[in-house]
């Protein structure tokens, strides 16, 4: 009689007792400060390793040389990657204390393929204090992260500050000392000091924007509600009475100025001029300017400006609203319906015929200022355009 897989069995059963009785002593160290073992370390590694290779298989990255992505995926590295990683401007910050110390990044990531730098950005490390992606639904943002990550081996650090900050510089305003510090401190970096979003498309403009809109799109942000990775923890972060200061100050700039328009897509325009002020009928999409403008119509202040917006921003929006993406306000529900009868070709239309108009001379931005913020409910805005 074959004994061997009961003698087995007890082996792996006495071996399984003991290490629950080492383990429930307390005496097996957990401190970070001691290291682990070279044999430890490498085991480590390798599991880590063998298993993005296999969890990746299948991912497909798309282009990633766009400028826009690149410039998303710098801010937010410089604020939550470059304390333990670093950057061309100055080592980790606290990683050495870590256990396993985070790799310094910039030299180390041409030994990762973009697929699987996606998956290490999207889901994190466990044991590692890697986190995931703070919103999973995002993948649009952790492409552009992986964009930039792919070209940090190569700047010097005066590239990477410009990508990371912008001009860095106190917005103007005729009151300066009345800039709100989250400005300052945040919001230039990656909106701009003028408000108007450092020209990619990678960031929407804000100036001008309505301010009952704004404050209600930082409090979806806030509770979770609007999805982004960049700027739910940045919202989260904010008291009611700052997101209302930026909300009236980010009204107070002069409103974004129309995109340059190009002759080649003269026609496109025509057709978003169409669908902005007809709709789709035949698709079951509404015309634009009922709740969008520009009309001479009053309209729910809780309603974007979007006349001036960056294009690709707004065909990224459209996109995240019909892959329902997109959260947002109590209005949102309304534009997955919109976004689903649209098509990428019409949805590109539309942004470009948005892109190319500017704030008419009946939109005075100091009434806008000088309004109330509450009762946001008798609070109507002039409309943008006459």
């Not at 003991?18 to 002593?25: M, V």
């Not at 599991?47 to 990255?61: C, F, P």
């Not at 804000?206 to 982004?228: D, I, K, M, N, V």
Request: glycine residues 10%; aromatic residues 8%.
């Amino acid at each position: 009689m074959n004994h061997w897989p009961r003698y087995a069995a007890v082996i792996l059963g006495g071996l399984a007792i003991g290490g629950f009785l080492i383990a429930a002593s307390g005496i097996v160290p957990i401190k970070a400060s001691s290291g682990h073992w070279a044999i430890t370390e490498w085991f480590l590694h390798f599991a880590m390793r063998r298993s993005i290779a296999t969890q990746s298989l299948g991912i497909e990255a798309p282009a990633l040389d766009e400028p826009g992505l690149v410039l998303k995926g710098a801010g937010h590295y410089e604020t939550g990657c470059a304390p333990c990683h670093g950057s061309p401007q100055r080592p980790p910050t606290f990683a050495e204390a870590m256990t396993p110390r985070p790799p310094h990044l910039p030299p180390r990531l041409s030994e990762w393929s973009p697929d699987d730098l996606f998956y290490v950005v999207k889901h994190g490390v466990k044991f590692t204090g890697m986190p995931g992606w703070p919103a999973l639904r995002r993948d649009d943002e952790v492409w552009a992260m992986v964009a930039f990550l792919r070209k940090l081996p190569s700047l010097g650090a005066e590239e990477y500050r410009w990508l990371a900050y912008g001009e860095n510089k106190v917005a103007l305003t005729e009151r300066p000392e009345a800039t709100p510090i989250a400005v300052t401190e945040s919001c230039t970096r990656c909106h701009a000091t003028d408000g108007r979003g450092r020209g990619a498309g990678a960031f929407p403009k804000l100036a001008g924007q309505r301010p009952a809109y704004f404050a209600a799109t930082l409090e979806a942000y806030a509770r979770g509600e609007r999805h982004s990775g960049i700027m739910e923890p940045i919202a989260a972060a904010l008291s009611s009475a700052e997101v209302r200061e930026l909300a009236r100050y980010y009204a107070s700039l002069p409103g974004p100025a129309a995109m340059r328009p190009d002759p080649a897509t003269a026609r496109a325009n025509e057709r978003g001029k169409k669908i902005a002020e007809d709709g789709a009928p035949k698709q079951r999409v509404p015309a634009c300017v009922a709740c969008h403008g520009p009309s001479s119509v009053r309209r729910n202040p809780a309603y974007p400006v979007l006349t001036g917006q960056y294009a690709d921003y707004l065909v990224l929006q459209l996109q995240l609203f019909k892959a329902q993406q997109r959260g947002g306000s109590g209005y949102a529900h309304i534009m997955r319906r919109v976004a689903a009868g649209l098509s990428v070709a019409q949805m590109r239309d539309v942004a470009r015929y948005y892109a190319s108009l500017t704030p008419g001379p009946g939109f005075t931005v100091e009434n806008v200022v000088n309004k109330a913020m509450a009762p946001r409910s008798r609070f109507v805005p002039p409309d943008p355009t006459p």
